[in-house]
Protein backbone atom coordinates (compact mmCIF):
# COMPACT_ATOMS: atom_id res chain seq x y z
CA UNK A 1 0.00 0.00 0.00
CA UNK A 2 1.41 3.36 -0.75
CA UNK A 3 2.03 5.95 1.65
CA UNK A 4 0.14 8.94 1.96
CA UNK A 5 2.30 11.31 0.57
CA UNK A 6 2.62 9.21 -2.59
CA UNK A 7 -1.17 8.53 -2.57
CA UNK A 8 -2.08 12.53 -2.70
CA UNK A 9 1.10 13.29 -5.21
CA UNK A 10 -0.76 11.04 -7.91
CA UNK A 11 -4.41 12.32 -6.96
CA UNK A 12 -3.35 15.38 -7.20
CA UNK A 13 -2.68 14.84 -10.78
CA UNK A 14 -6.25 14.29 -11.78
CA UNK A 15 -5.45 11.90 -13.90
CA UNK A 16 -6.10 7.98 -12.87
CA UNK A 17 -2.84 5.72 -13.81
CA UNK A 18 -0.59 9.11 -14.39
CA UNK A 19 1.71 8.46 -12.19
CA UNK A 20 1.96 4.35 -11.31
CA UNK A 21 -0.41 2.09 -13.97
CA UNK A 22 -3.49 0.15 -12.14
CA UNK A 23 -2.78 -3.40 -12.26
CA UNK A 24 -5.30 -6.33 -12.65
CA UNK A 25 -5.73 -6.99 -9.56
CA UNK A 26 -6.73 -4.22 -8.38
CA UNK A 27 -9.42 -3.59 -10.59
CA UNK A 28 -12.88 -4.24 -9.64
CA UNK A 29 -14.50 -6.52 -12.63
CA UNK A 30 -17.50 -4.27 -12.67
CA UNK A 31 -16.36 -1.04 -12.40
CA UNK A 32 -14.22 -2.29 -15.44
CA UNK A 33 -17.58 -2.87 -17.16
CA UNK A 34 -18.97 0.21 -16.33
CA UNK A 35 -16.02 2.19 -17.43
CA UNK A 36 -15.46 0.50 -20.50
CA UNK A 37 -18.14 1.69 -23.31
CA UNK A 38 -19.03 4.75 -21.10
CA UNK A 39 -16.48 8.04 -21.17
CA UNK A 40 -19.08 9.69 -23.38
CA UNK A 41 -21.55 9.58 -21.07
CA UNK A 42 -20.22 12.04 -18.80
CA UNK A 43 -20.23 15.93 -18.96
CA UNK A 44 -16.84 16.25 -20.93
CA UNK A 45 -16.93 14.42 -24.38
CA UNK A 46 -12.95 15.09 -24.53
CA UNK A 47 -11.44 13.66 -20.94
CA UNK A 48 -11.03 10.33 -22.44
CA UNK A 49 -10.08 11.11 -25.87
CA UNK A 50 -6.07 10.16 -27.06
CA UNK A 51 -5.18 10.25 -30.55
CA UNK A 52 -3.93 7.26 -32.44
CA UNK A 53 -1.87 6.05 -35.76
CA UNK A 54 0.85 4.07 -36.69
CA UNK A 55 3.54 4.34 -34.94
CA UNK A 56 7.20 3.27 -35.66
CA UNK A 57 11.14 3.44 -34.34
CA UNK A 58 14.11 1.53 -34.26
CA UNK A 59 14.20 -1.43 -32.08
CA UNK A 60 17.09 0.29 -29.72
CA UNK A 61 14.33 3.49 -29.26
CA UNK A 62 11.73 1.23 -27.94
CA UNK A 63 10.90 0.56 -24.17
CA UNK A 64 10.36 -2.69 -22.52
CA UNK A 65 7.22 -2.19 -20.12
CA UNK A 66 8.26 -5.72 -18.66
CA UNK A 67 10.89 -7.74 -17.64
CA UNK A 68 10.18 -10.96 -18.02
CA UNK A 69 11.68 -11.64 -21.35
CA UNK A 70 13.06 -15.51 -22.36
CA UNK A 71 16.51 -15.51 -23.90
CA UNK A 72 15.82 -18.95 -25.27
CA UNK A 73 12.58 -17.95 -26.95
CA UNK A 74 14.17 -14.41 -28.45
CA UNK A 75 17.35 -16.35 -29.50
CA UNK A 76 14.88 -19.25 -31.55
CA UNK A 77 12.70 -16.06 -33.14
CA UNK A 78 16.01 -14.36 -34.53
CA UNK A 79 16.89 -17.40 -36.47
CA UNK A 80 13.99 -17.43 -38.33
CA UNK A 81 14.54 -14.22 -40.26
CA UNK A 82 16.09 -13.92 -43.30
CA UNK A 83 19.68 -12.77 -42.09
CA UNK A 84 19.41 -16.42 -40.83
CA UNK A 85 18.02 -17.98 -44.00
CA UNK A 86 14.45 -18.07 -42.25
CA UNK A 87 11.38 -16.74 -43.59
CA UNK A 88 10.76 -13.63 -41.59
CA UNK A 89 11.48 -9.70 -42.29
CA UNK A 90 13.70 -8.23 -39.35
CA UNK A 91 11.72 -6.03 -37.39
CA UNK A 92 8.36 -5.05 -38.92
CA UNK A 93 4.84 -4.51 -37.57
CA UNK A 94 4.35 -6.00 -33.54
CA UNK A 95 0.40 -6.45 -34.11
CA UNK A 96 0.03 -4.54 -30.63
CA UNK A 97 0.26 -1.31 -29.12
CA UNK A 98 2.55 1.41 -28.03
CA UNK A 99 2.24 4.72 -25.80
CA UNK A 100 3.45 8.32 -26.70
CA UNK A 101 6.63 7.85 -24.66
CA UNK A 102 7.56 4.35 -26.78
CA UNK A 103 6.79 1.84 -24.24
CA UNK A 104 4.86 -1.31 -25.94
CA UNK A 105 2.65 -2.92 -24.04
CA UNK A 106 3.19 -6.94 -26.13
CA UNK A 107 4.95 -8.18 -28.44
CA UNK A 108 8.72 -8.46 -25.91
CA UNK A 109 9.64 -11.32 -27.78
CA UNK A 110 9.25 -10.03 -31.22
CA UNK A 111 10.97 -6.97 -30.03
CA UNK A 112 13.82 -8.76 -28.12
CA UNK A 113 14.34 -10.80 -31.55
CA UNK A 114 14.95 -8.39 -33.72
CA UNK A 115 17.46 -6.49 -30.87
CA UNK A 116 19.37 -9.22 -31.31
CA UNK A 117 19.63 -9.44 -35.19
CA UNK A 118 19.71 -5.86 -35.59
CA UNK A 119 19.11 -3.14 -32.84
CA UNK A 120 18.59 -0.25 -35.36
CA UNK A 121 15.99 -2.26 -37.59
CA UNK A 122 12.46 -0.60 -37.57
CA UNK A 123 9.53 -1.48 -35.58
CA UNK A 124 5.86 -0.22 -35.92
CA UNK A 125 2.86 -0.69 -33.58
CA UNK A 126 -0.46 1.23 -33.27
CA UNK A 127 0.84 4.30 -31.53
CA UNK A 128 -2.08 6.26 -29.02
CA UNK A 129 -1.38 9.48 -27.21
CA UNK A 130 -0.95 8.55 -23.85
CA UNK A 131 2.17 7.41 -21.58
CA UNK A 132 2.74 4.60 -20.64
CA UNK A 133 1.19 4.06 -17.50
CA UNK A 134 -1.49 5.50 -18.30
CA UNK A 135 -1.88 3.72 -21.45
CA UNK A 136 -1.56 0.41 -19.19
CA UNK A 137 -4.16 1.35 -16.80
CA UNK A 138 -6.50 2.12 -19.80
CA UNK A 139 -5.72 -1.79 -21.41
CA UNK A 140 -6.05 -3.45 -18.01
CA UNK A 141 -9.09 -1.79 -17.52
CA UNK A 142 -10.76 -3.39 -20.95
CA UNK A 143 -8.87 -6.42 -20.42
CA UNK A 144 -10.62 -6.74 -16.99
CA UNK A 145 -14.11 -5.71 -18.70
CA UNK A 146 -13.69 -8.59 -20.61
CA UNK A 147 -12.73 -10.79 -18.44
CA UNK A 148 -9.56 -12.14 -20.69
CA UNK A 149 -7.49 -14.97 -18.77
CA UNK A 150 -10.17 -14.64 -15.69
CA UNK A 151 -10.39 -12.26 -13.82
CA UNK A 152 -7.31 -13.17 -11.36
CA UNK A 153 -5.12 -11.49 -13.46
CA UNK A 154 -3.61 -11.58 -17.08
CA UNK A 155 -0.74 -13.98 -18.76
CA UNK A 156 1.87 -15.47 -16.51
CA UNK A 157 5.53 -14.61 -17.60
CA UNK A 158 9.15 -16.41 -17.11
CA UNK A 159 12.50 -15.73 -17.66
CA UNK A 160 14.05 -12.31 -17.29
CA UNK A 161 15.50 -9.30 -19.24
CA UNK A 162 18.51 -9.55 -17.35
CA UNK A 163 19.24 -12.99 -18.55
CA UNK A 164 20.01 -11.67 -21.94
CA UNK A 165 24.25 -11.39 -22.62
CA UNK A 166 26.87 -13.15 -24.23
CA UNK A 167 27.68 -15.42 -21.57
CA UNK A 168 24.41 -17.15 -21.66
CA UNK A 169 23.99 -17.74 -25.10
CA UNK A 170 27.07 -19.70 -25.27
CA UNK A 171 26.71 -21.54 -21.97
CA UNK A 172 22.81 -22.06 -22.07
CA UNK A 173 21.87 -22.48 -25.89
CA UNK A 174 25.75 -22.97 -27.96
CA UNK A 175 27.14 -25.24 -25.56
CA UNK A 176 23.93 -27.28 -24.98
CA UNK A 177 23.33 -27.67 -28.82
CA UNK A 178 27.28 -29.15 -29.00
CA UNK A 179 26.64 -31.64 -25.94
CA UNK A 180 23.08 -33.02 -26.97
CA UNK A 181 22.93 -31.95 -30.67
CA UNK A 182 20.23 -29.78 -30.27
CA UNK A 183 19.26 -26.02 -29.07
CA UNK A 184 16.46 -25.91 -26.06
CA UNK A 185 13.10 -25.02 -27.36
CA UNK A 186 11.67 -22.26 -26.04
CA UNK A 187 9.73 -23.28 -22.27
CA UNK A 188 6.57 -21.62 -23.28
CA UNK A 189 3.70 -24.09 -25.50
CA UNK A 190 1.28 -23.05 -27.73
CA UNK A 191 -1.93 -23.38 -25.93
CA UNK A 192 -3.54 -25.70 -29.20
CA UNK A 193 -1.04 -27.91 -29.94
CA UNK A 194 1.01 -28.13 -26.45
CA UNK A 195 4.33 -27.53 -28.61
CA UNK A 196 6.93 -24.97 -28.13
CA UNK A 197 6.23 -21.77 -29.55
CA UNK A 198 10.04 -21.37 -30.86
CA UNK A 199 11.29 -24.70 -31.08
CA UNK A 200 15.14 -25.21 -31.12
CA UNK A 201 17.49 -25.93 -34.00
CA UNK A 202 20.15 -29.43 -34.35
CA UNK A 203 23.64 -28.24 -33.94
CA UNK A 204 24.02 -28.70 -37.70
CA UNK A 205 21.04 -26.66 -38.33
CA UNK A 206 22.73 -24.05 -35.89
CA UNK A 207 26.05 -23.63 -37.02
CA UNK A 208 24.75 -23.32 -40.66
CA UNK A 209 22.29 -20.47 -39.92
CA UNK A 210 24.81 -18.53 -37.56
CA UNK A 211 27.47 -19.09 -40.16
CA UNK A 212 25.20 -17.45 -42.60
CA UNK A 213 24.25 -14.18 -40.34
CA UNK A 214 28.23 -14.05 -40.02
CA UNK A 215 28.46 -13.39 -43.83
CA UNK A 216 30.60 -17.08 -43.64
CA UNK A 217 31.94 -17.15 -40.03
CA UNK A 218 30.47 -18.99 -37.32
CA UNK A 219 31.98 -17.02 -34.37
CA UNK A 220 31.74 -13.71 -36.39
CA UNK A 221 27.77 -14.42 -36.29
CA UNK A 222 28.33 -15.38 -32.94
CA UNK A 223 29.91 -12.61 -31.48
CA UNK A 224 27.19 -10.06 -33.13
CA UNK A 225 24.40 -11.93 -31.40
CA UNK A 226 26.61 -12.30 -28.36
CA UNK A 227 27.25 -7.99 -28.61
CA UNK A 228 23.44 -7.59 -29.13
CA UNK A 229 22.31 -10.00 -26.29
CA UNK A 230 24.24 -7.71 -23.73
CA UNK A 231 22.75 -4.37 -25.15
CA UNK A 232 18.81 -6.06 -24.48
CA UNK A 233 20.02 -6.94 -21.10
CA UNK A 234 21.22 -3.51 -20.04
CA UNK A 235 17.99 -2.09 -21.46
CA UNK A 236 16.28 -0.67 -18.11
CA UNK A 237 13.07 -1.73 -17.03
CA UNK A 238 11.20 1.31 -15.12
CA UNK A 239 9.86 0.81 -11.72
CA UNK A 240 6.23 1.20 -12.22
CA UNK A 241 6.36 -1.67 -15.07
CA UNK A 242 4.03 -4.43 -13.41
CA UNK A 243 4.94 -8.18 -13.70
CA UNK A 244 3.43 -9.64 -16.63
CA UNK A 245 0.26 -10.91 -15.17
CA UNK A 246 -0.88 -7.59 -14.00
CA UNK A 247 -0.56 -6.63 -17.64
CA UNK A 248 -2.96 -6.40 -19.87
CA UNK A 249 -3.96 -8.91 -22.66
CA UNK A 250 -4.59 -7.72 -26.07
CA UNK A 251 -4.83 -10.46 -28.79
CA UNK A 252 -3.50 -8.81 -31.89
CA UNK A 253 -6.88 -9.43 -33.38
CA UNK A 254 -8.49 -7.23 -31.44
CA UNK A 255 -5.57 -3.98 -31.25
CA UNK A 256 -7.72 -2.07 -33.65
CA UNK A 257 -11.32 -1.94 -31.96
CA UNK A 258 -9.63 -1.64 -28.45
CA UNK A 259 -7.33 1.27 -29.65
CA UNK A 260 -10.46 2.84 -31.66
CA UNK A 261 -12.12 2.39 -28.43
CA UNK A 262 -9.40 4.23 -26.59
CA UNK A 263 -9.17 7.25 -29.28
CA UNK A 264 -12.59 7.69 -29.31
CA UNK A 265 -12.83 8.24 -25.83
CA UNK A 266 -15.26 5.26 -25.02
CA UNK A 267 -13.33 3.86 -21.85
CA UNK A 268 -13.94 6.28 -18.57
CA UNK A 269 -10.49 6.65 -17.41
CA UNK A 270 -10.40 10.28 -15.97
CA UNK A 271 -12.69 12.50 -14.41
CA UNK A 272 -14.96 13.85 -14.70
CA UNK A 273 -16.60 10.68 -14.83
CA UNK A 274 -20.00 8.64 -15.70
CA UNK A 275 -23.17 7.80 -13.61
CA UNK A 276 -22.40 4.57 -14.92
CA UNK A 277 -18.89 4.31 -13.26
CA UNK A 278 -19.60 6.36 -10.13
CA UNK A 279 -21.93 3.77 -9.17
CA UNK A 280 -19.96 1.15 -9.70
CA UNK A 281 -17.65 2.79 -7.35
CA UNK A 282 -20.33 3.40 -4.82
CA UNK A 283 -20.06 7.17 -5.08
CA UNK A 284 -23.12 8.90 -6.37
CA UNK A 285 -21.60 12.49 -5.93
CA UNK A 286 -21.78 14.47 -9.02
CA UNK A 287 -18.45 13.98 -11.27
CA UNK A 288 -18.77 17.11 -13.75
CA UNK A 289 -16.62 19.93 -12.37
CA UNK A 290 -18.90 22.24 -14.50
CA UNK A 291 -21.96 21.23 -11.55
CA UNK A 292 -21.46 23.60 -8.97
CA UNK A 293 -21.75 22.06 -5.41
CA UNK A 294 -23.58 24.18 -2.37
CA UNK A 295 -21.12 24.37 0.67
CA UNK A 296 -21.40 21.73 3.41
CA UNK A 297 -22.96 23.99 6.43
CA UNK A 298 -21.27 24.52 8.64
CA UNK A 299 -21.64 22.95 11.91
CA UNK A 300 -21.92 25.29 15.53
CA UNK A 301 -18.63 25.24 17.50
CA UNK A 302 -16.70 24.09 14.05
CA UNK A 303 -14.40 26.39 12.34
CA UNK A 304 -13.80 25.88 8.57
CA UNK A 305 -10.45 24.31 7.33
CA UNK A 306 -8.13 27.82 6.65
CA UNK A 307 -7.29 28.39 2.58
CA UNK A 308 -3.81 26.59 2.71
CA UNK A 309 -0.37 28.61 2.47
CA UNK A 310 1.79 29.41 0.06
CA UNK A 311 3.76 26.12 -0.86
CA UNK A 312 1.28 23.90 0.78
CA UNK A 313 -0.94 20.69 -1.41
CA UNK A 314 -4.86 22.11 -2.67
CA UNK A 315 -7.28 19.50 -0.59
CA UNK A 316 -8.51 17.07 -3.37
CA UNK A 317 -11.57 17.96 -5.42
CA UNK A 318 -14.35 15.61 -5.86
CA UNK A 319 -13.45 13.70 -8.99
CA UNK A 320 -9.70 13.75 -7.47
CA UNK A 321 -11.83 11.37 -4.86
CA UNK A 322 -13.74 9.56 -7.01
CA UNK A 323 -10.43 8.63 -8.79
CA UNK A 324 -9.28 7.83 -5.48
CA UNK A 325 -11.87 5.43 -4.85
CA UNK A 326 -10.99 3.44 -7.57
CA UNK A 327 -8.22 1.48 -6.33
CA UNK A 328 -7.23 2.86 -2.54
CA UNK A 329 -8.39 1.09 0.94
CA UNK A 330 -10.71 2.51 3.10
CA UNK A 331 -8.63 3.55 5.85
CA UNK A 332 -6.09 6.18 3.17
CA UNK A 333 -9.78 6.80 1.47
CA UNK A 334 -11.33 8.38 4.49
CA UNK A 335 -7.61 10.31 5.80
CA UNK A 336 -8.11 12.14 2.10
CA UNK A 337 -11.73 12.77 2.35
CA UNK A 338 -11.08 14.64 6.08
CA UNK A 339 -8.50 16.71 4.24
CA UNK A 340 -11.07 17.29 1.57
CA UNK A 341 -13.34 18.30 3.88
CA UNK A 342 -15.62 16.03 2.97
CA UNK A 343 -15.99 14.18 6.44
CA UNK A 344 -14.70 15.71 9.66
CA UNK A 345 -12.45 13.64 12.15
CA UNK A 346 -14.09 13.41 15.21
Not at 16 to 23: E, I, M, R, S
Not at 236 to 255: F, L, N, T
Request: proline content about 7%; some cysteine; hydrophobic content about 40%.
Amino acid sequence: MKSFLEFWNQVKEDTLGQKDPLVLSKIDPNLAKAAVGSGQEDNDKQDDVALMGKGSAAANQLKPSQSEIILVKAFNMALMTKPFGGDYDVGGDLKSIMSKDNFIVDGHHRWASTMLVDPTANITATQINLPGPELISALNVWTKANDIKGNSGGQGGSGSIKDFNGNNIQKNIIDVAKQTGKSPDSPDLDEKTGSPNAPGYTWEELQKRITLFGQGDFEKGLNILKANADKVGATPVESWCPARVEMPVIDKKVVADVAGKIARGEIDIKPPFSPATQAAMGNKQAAAPAVQQKAAPQVAGQQQAPAPAAGQQQAPTTPQLQAASMFYDDETFNELKVLAGVVIRD
